[in-house]
């Protein structure tokens, strides 16, 4: 069972003394596991407010629009009380997701340096992206792995918006860097072909379909036809294991 230490979708606005060092949060919960492409590994999501896409198949977006500001300090002591300290040196991972990390870089660069200073060490941490925004040095330093989603025409973002090739190029260039697709049709492996591969921004070893499905049900639909297709290409598939085990619960 996840330990919940920031409720999504909270209906209150709270305040912070020091705007200053403070990050917009969503939730917060530990104690779970990684869902999707290195499935199973332990781990502790920090989920940010805000995104700059707005897919039609968002399962996380009446939680990651909702949000507020929390102090480092607050941060630090909400985690202490969860233990994550301990949990982290034993492999726990952090996960820090949205919404879109990539747009608060600026303060997580500073509260992930702050909390490696207070931990005294490292914790494997990982990154949900929606690939869209350019990663600064001080962030690639402290990603372990990179799961880029870039978004394609199925998720009714306008493509000026959902597709950056020169910020492509510059995440697949990165060490353990992967590029996770939502697939529902084959017009979409076609789409992935035509503007990824064939562009050569990515490489197919760094590609993972993933079904769509906000649901379990949703899930099954896709499930078989994207597995064919990854089988047929010779590229990576992953499920969404969060919602093969709990559904459409959030926060678990
Ligand atoms: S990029 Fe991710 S978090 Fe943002 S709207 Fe799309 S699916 Fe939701």
């Known amino acids: 069972m996840s330990t919940i230490i920031i409720e999504g979708n ?7 003394t020091d705007p200053g060092q403070t990050l917009e949060i969503a939730e917060f919960f530990c104690d779970t596991i990684q869902g999707e492409n290195f499935i ?14 707005s897919c039609i198949f968002c399962d996380t977006t009446e939680i990651w629009r909702h949000g507020n500001p929390y102090s480092f300090d607050e941060l630090f002591d909400l985690m202490d009380q969860a233990d994550l300290q ?6 726990q991972r952090l996960v820090l997701t949205g919404g879109s990390p990539v747009q608060q870089q600026d303060k997580l660069i500073f509260f992930l340096n702050e909390l490696i200073l207070r931990y005294g060490f490292k914790p494997y941490i ?3 992206n929606e690939a869209t925004l350019m990663p600064k040095e001080g962030l690639i330093e402290l990603i372990d792995c990179w799961n880029n989603s870039p978004k394609l025409k199925n998720s009714y973002n306008p493509r000026d918006f959902r597709y950056q090739p020169d910020i492509l190029k510059k995440l697949a260039s990165l060490k353990n860097s992967w590029f996770k697709f939502v697939v529902s049709c084959e017009e979409d492996w076609e789409e992935i072909k ?18 769509l499905g906000a649901s379990r049900s949703e899930l099954e639909k896709y499930r078989e036809l994207v597995l064919d297709i990854a089988i047929r290409e010779n590229v990576r598939y992953s499920t969404r294991e969060h919602i093969v085990l709990w559904d459409k619960k959030t926060g678990v």
């Open 40 to 53: 199973g590994w332990p781990a502790a999501f920090l989920r940010v407010q805000h995104c700059t896409q």
């Open 10 to 16: 909270p209906k209150f606005k709270k305040s912070v």
């Open 126 to 128: 990982e990154i949900e």
């Open 86 to 91: 301990r949990k982290f040196r034993k492999g």
């Open 194 to 211: 035509k503007d990824f591969l064939d562009t050569h921004l990515i490489i197919e070893s760094q590609i993972v379909l993933m079904p």
